[in-house]
């Protein structure tokens, strides 16, 4: 047991040190691991299982609503990088840049995709002619490179891997509903299948993407009470069809500039998902996302019938649920610790006694909460678990965000929260960006988002006393 | 009409000029598009989907085998590629290099993936210690790059898509299962999935891969009578592990090196399928790898219940098929010629006299057989039309590949051949690769594989007259 219980111990705990605590996790459920690549990490497949579904699932809700798959270039000459000035202003200081090719200088560098507007724009100014090419709802998964000083997996990584969107519309008014749209497809997407709650919200000027006329988001709170931006959502307006020429004629014979969108997702979101839901024996993946949803775990598998009675439950589950069977020589209680560190939502735990009173217990990862089923209804019941424990996950990570989402009218009340209060802080604000600046610099905190259910809880500014023009989540982020 | 004759002429036929032919077809069937990116290409939703279709049903058969995927990075510094001889010298002449991060430049180099062994041999030095690590079945879905002078869409590009799956093995013995095992898979996938037919065999050491001991291939014939090289699986043996330091402790409690294995499959393959299957009017998609198998075609839709009907049959035939209703306002001819440009394996004919008679016609691509049949039995007659098209499929290609297969036992026969007979030429060698040099300079043909399936043509070397040590597939090759 000595060695059961070291593993367990090797994890520090949340309250101790969050940081360390997600650093334990992400290695010791064996999520990633580091390269000789500063700054990039190997996802290795426990880790790369989850990224694999939230894919599956996160395409096919995509697909549902028109969306087309391709794939641009990785490299983006700087020259073309140039062409909007709001985007490469906010991408050129972190690229990196191809400067030969084979055993030539090149004649111009070219940088790794840190997003991919420019190319998408390039193409479609040579494919788009008429109102009839139009719209055009294209994505493409594949991984980008920011040259970030400071790393941490999956939240913070000079590559990563992601989705974007690019989309051509006819009419401003498409193009806004394509935004609103992908930005409610992904904050369904994250209460739905990952069990994390988000305010739907606007960025501030300051803080939208390098070109968009409007930034949406999905703002997350981890456990810790920091902010976790978990998806955005983009308008370019016609900003970018200008810059690079991309016109159509329309129905009246006319030409226009398309308008345009973008909007991507993350493996950000593996980050969110052990912030949010992990404790302090690791990893708590909710059951539509995990990988393996159900550990069978043999207790006392020497004696005669176990492992079989085990293997036939493994493969009557198999039949709708993702299972496994560990039938490895180590102790069960090494086998639970290894189960919940790797978060897998429920084990069972099947011994001699068991069998011969002719049930199995099942055991839920993020309460504890143990179930005795009689073998027949064994399926029907671990089943009936999953989906308690996926609403209740969703429930509990409300809960937490609740009890920590604060309001503040004076700016001392703002300081003394943020100083304190771990957590969203709501307070009004007059738009003006020094006033970000200011409560920036002197808290650490920022505006997270204009969220769309806007409430008024004062007439003036909590940082500045001027008129107030919106309500803004705050909060120190990730 | 004018226009509908005008979309079929746009396309260069395949005798008249077989690489025009190939082009007009990828630009046509919108597979692919050229970007402002020197040798790289745009892949279009039409031919990403079929890349979709590869990926999906490829990795389900690497998962049947126990392959994990994972996620390695982009980028390799100078010193990782320079570990193993060989494989630097392969590679080094053909990479893009990274020299500047950000604002600033790199105090060491990097390139951006040609291929992953070098990433994966570091990972594998720190992860594997004990002989319970081992095997580990890893693989990755990415896209490499190699600095190509010439470059034509799917078939040579700077950058492209593929899988890499790598592999490490406690014997020598499991790791040449491994390699022969991914090998089949391949053929399996090939024949039964894409219809393409392919000979598997060993490349000579002067073809095979950098740093590899045995490179096994699986070669297709293209309508043209050119070799394609459509996937390859390589034994490293423990050369890798020594030049990375991979070492294991074995149950007898002794220090070993692990033995290696790779393996990878590209969009290649959306070439091979586009050169073994299209004709004059365009792409012929196997049904099995076809986005959409059925295109449901209306006539006179202005006529009163034939579009409702149409949008009936789609809906059942979506039920267990992939089918799209093309309800727009073109005439038939051209949706027929679109339909067989982009290679969607049966159209469906219906007008009202169809309706009135209670049938549809189904037509097939690649025959252009009209089979009419009732409309109760639709469903079942379109999915045994598909199954007989791709075993058909496979036939023909099959039949093509065998009537261009050559033998040569002297070497004006075989100069003969190369230069009259497009297709593989089966003839005897030394072993020498001085004599692959020269039938190289003197014929443009390449050793494409010792095949398994070794046959005795004659008892010496077609090219010197030495002693014969293997028969070899020869051809000229993409």
């Given amino acids: ?188 997407f994250c209460e739905e299948v990952l069990a994390i709650p988000v305010i739907k919200g606007k960025k501030t000027d300051k803080e939208k993407f390098a070109g968009a006329e409007e930034t949406y988001t999905i703002e997350a709170l981890m456990h810790d009470g920091k902010a976790l931006q978990s998806g955005t959502s983009h308008n370019f307006g016609d900003g970018f069809a200008k810059a690079f020429g991309i016109q159509f004629t329309d129905k009246d014979n006319t030409l226009k500039y398309v308008h345009q969108t973008s909007w991507g997702m993350t493996t950000r979101l593996i980050g969110a998902i052990i912030m949010v839901h992990g404790d302090d024996s690791g990893l708590v993946l909710p059951p539509r996302i995990a990988p393996t949803q159900v550990m069978v775990i043999p207790i006392a598998q020497h004696k005669e019938g176990v492992l079989e009675k085990a293997e036939e439950i493994r493969k009557e589950l198999a039949k709708t649920l993702r299972v496994k069977l560990d039938a490895s020589d180590k102790g ?46 064994l399926a029907e019941k671990v089943a009936e678990v999953l989906d308690t424990m996926q609403k209740e996950m969703l429930e509990r990570a409300r809960a937490h965000r609740d009890a920590h989402t604060y309001e503040a009218v004076t700016y001392d009340e703002f300081k003394e929260t943020v100083a304190t209060k771990p957590g969203f802080i709501k307070a009004m604000w007059c738009g003006d960006e020094a006033c970000e600046n200011k409560i920036k610099e002197e808290t650490t905190a920022t505006s997270r988002c204009m969220p769309w259910k806007q409430e008024h809880l004062s007439d003036t500014c909590v940082c500045c006393g001027r008129k107030a023009k919106a309500m803004v989540y705050w909060g120190k982020a990730y």
């Fill in 332 to 377: 069960p209680g090494f086998k639970f610790a290894e189960q919940e560190m790797r978060g897998i939502p429920v084990r069972i735990e099947l011994g001699p006694k068991d069998i011969e009173a002719g049930h199995a217990v099942i055991v839920r990862r993020d309460t504890r909460e143990k179930i005795t089923a009689e073998f027949d209804q």
């Fill in 1 to 188: 047991m000595a060695k059961e219980k070291k593993m367990v111990e090797a994890i520090t705990s949340m309250e101790q040190d969050f940081a360390q605590w997600y650093t334990d996790v992400v290695k010791k459920a064996e999520l990633v691991d580091y390269s000789s690549v500063k700054g990039c990490m190997v996802i290795k497949p426990a880790g790369y299982a989850i990224w694999e579904n939230i894919q599956k699932k996160l395409d096919a809700r995509f697909k549902e609503t028109g969306v087309e798959n391709v794939y641009m270039p990785i490299f983006i000459p700087e020259s073309l990088l140039q062409k909007e000035k709001d985007h490469v202003e906010g991408f050129a200081p972190e690229v990196a840049w191809v400067t030969k090719g084979g055993l030539n200088e090149l004649t111009e560098p070219m940088c790794v995709r840190p997003t991919s507007e420019t190319l998408f724009c390039d193409f479609y100014a040579r494919d788009i002619h008429s109102y009839r090419d139009l719209p055009r709802v294209y994505n493409q998964w594949c991984s980008v490179v920011r040259w970030e000083k400071e790393t941490r997996p999956f939240l913070r990584s000079r590559e990563f891997l992601w989705q974007e969107g690019h989309t051509a519309h006819a009419t401003a008014q498409e193009a806004e509903e394509r935004t609103v749209q992908m930005l409610n497809l992904y904050a369904d």
